[in-house]
């Protein structure tokens, strides 16, 4: 199991929305997604490199259909670098809703959110 497929698991019942979504929703989606530690429900954990968690977020937009958007792993570095361990808190409640813990790198403190005014309007839809 990867990081990719907790987050493709997590986003999955959002996919419809997220089809409305343009390159620039996606990377302020993962902003600050670094220096943090993502354990799944069954106990799996994640610690790793900003390049690490970049790619792991392509092959999970890959996999969800979004592969068309043209992005590269430094489109995703650049945003976990420009704010890590501060990540979106909409991102945050998906992670969570599967039963996964996002927590600080080296620590049992979860991680902040930056706060989300950036007009993303993203709500679960029931199907």
């Known amino acids: ?19 409305e979504w343009d390159k620039d929703d996606f990377e302020i989606f993962f902003m600050g997604f670094g220096n943090l530690k993502v354990i799944s ?3 799996l954990e994640f610690e790793q490199t ?6 792991d ?4 937009l890959d ?18 670098h420009a704010e890590p361990a501060r990540i979106h ?16 790198w080296e620590s049992e403190e979860e991680i902040d959110c ?3 005014e950036e007009g ?3 709500e679960k839809v029931e199907t």
């Open 89 to 104: 808190p909409h991102l945050l409640r998906c992670l969570k809703d599967k039963g996964n813990r996002v927590l600080k």
């Open 63 to 80: 996999e969800l259909g979004f592969g068309d958007l043209d992005f590269e792993e430094r489109d995703f570095y650049w945003m976990i």
């Open 114 to 116: 930056f706060s989300a």
């Open 120 to 122: 993303i309007d993203f």
């Open 57 to 60: 977020i392509c092959l999970a």
């Open 1 to 19: 199991m990867r990081l990719k497929d907790l987050i493709v698991d997590s986003l999955k019942p959002y996919q419809h929305q997220l089809a």
């Open 50 to 55: 900003f390049f690490s968690n970049a790619t």
């Open 41 to 43: 429900a069954s106990g």
